[in-house]
């Protein structure tokens, strides 16, 4: 079964990552970005791996602009690691899955 990952607008973002109970990662994106569409095959896969021991969520930044400029955002992809409601880990640009993941396992 694959998982897909959560797509997350502003008024969901509090509930969904803030209060998680387990890590969330959190890929900012957008629809015209093209490494955003080369990451987006890795964070899906990842999204599956990890079911049970973290969420992903994905927002579009020009849907949810107050959330990238809250974040800093300034350019994507843009992962961020949440752990008890903090940001504990920025990753930007495209990497390789094994890398991805080794960075998200040091918060399961």
Do not use: R
């Amino acid at each position: 079964m694959i998982t897909e990952p959560v797509h997350v607008t502003d008024q969901a973002f509090e509930k969904t990552v803030l209060q998680s109970p387990v890590p969330v990662i959190v890929d900012f994106w957008a629809p015209w970005c093209g490494p955003c569409k080369m990451l987006s095959p890795i964070v899906d896969q990842i999204a599956d791996e990890l079911q049970g021991k973290a969420k992903i969520v994905k927002i579009d930044v020009d849907q949810a602009q107050e959330l990238a400029a809250k974040f800093n955002i300034m350019s994507i992809p843009n992962l961020l690691i949440f752990k008890d409601g903090a940001v504990v880990e920025q990753l930007v640009g495209v990497m390789p899955k094994d890398q991805l993941l080794e960075k998200i396992n040091a918060y399961l």
